[in-house]
């Protein structure tokens, strides 16, 4: 039986959202019955570029582009911090929020995850919140090393993920959309159009203020 109240993170820089982001939200809500999937913007990433616009508008992107999507929920704490985003403090943030009993799970894709030994305090992780790895066809996970060791000492199904508050590594198969920012940010420099790579509202927006022109680090 699933919990009612199981809550899902999904972070990024969302620069900007598109579908392949929403589409990994539901499968997460739908496949494994998270009540609630939270979508969080970074601030200043640590593994990654800084953003290319600023956190206002990522945030307005992020807004409108869930608005008419049940159980799909913006959370705009890292925004809210200085300095870098890290996933540890959102995590302990989250858990203080929603109670030690309360079913919490971290999103990443597959890239993210077989270098999370890299994360800043990477092996607390799973003492507040469960992983899911979402993967794509033909994605390869480490084999070995410290991220392989973690995975076999905690690998579980997703029943799992209901049963405890924290601590299960489950996997959740993703359809495969070839869809990334760095590709729609290229194609609005170029002054193509990104419809259908993103939603309408956010498309809307990007137009409406000029987001993603030319320019020399696009």
Avoid: N
């Amino acid at each position: 039986m699933t919990s009612p109240r199981a809550i899902a993170l999904l972070g990024g820089t969302f620069d900007p959202i598109h579908i392949g982001h929403l589409r990994a939200a539901i499968e997460l809500r739908e496949q494994l019955g998270f009540a609630e999937v939270r979508l969080v913007p970074a601030h200043l990433p640590p593994h990654r570029a800084t953003p290319h616009v600023d956190s206002a508008a990522r945030r307005a992107m992020v807004e409108l582009a869930i608005a008419d999507e049940p159980g799909l929920a913006i959370d705009d704490r890292e925004l809210q911090r200085p300095g870098p985003s890290y996933t540890i403090d959102t995590l302990i943030a989250t858990r203080q929020e929603i109670g030690a009993a309360c079913p919490l799970a971290l999103a990443l894709g597959e890239d993210a995850f077989a270098a999370l030994d890299t994360w800043h305090r990477w092996r607390e992780l799973l003492d507040y919140a469960h992983i899911v790895v979402m993967r794509r066809p033909q994605a390869q996970l480490p084999d070995s090393g410290p991220v392989a060791e973690l995975l076999r000492k905690y690998q579980g199904d997703s029943a799992q993920i209901h049963q405890h508050p924290h601590g299960v590594i489950a996997m959740l198969p993703l359809p495969p959309l070839s869809v990334s920012a760095t590709a729609i940010r290229h194609i609005i420099a170029e002054g193509r159009s990104p419809r259908y790579l993103l939603s309408d509202p956010v498309w809307h927006y990007i137009r409406e203020h000029e987001l993603y022109r030319a320019r020399a680090s696009i």
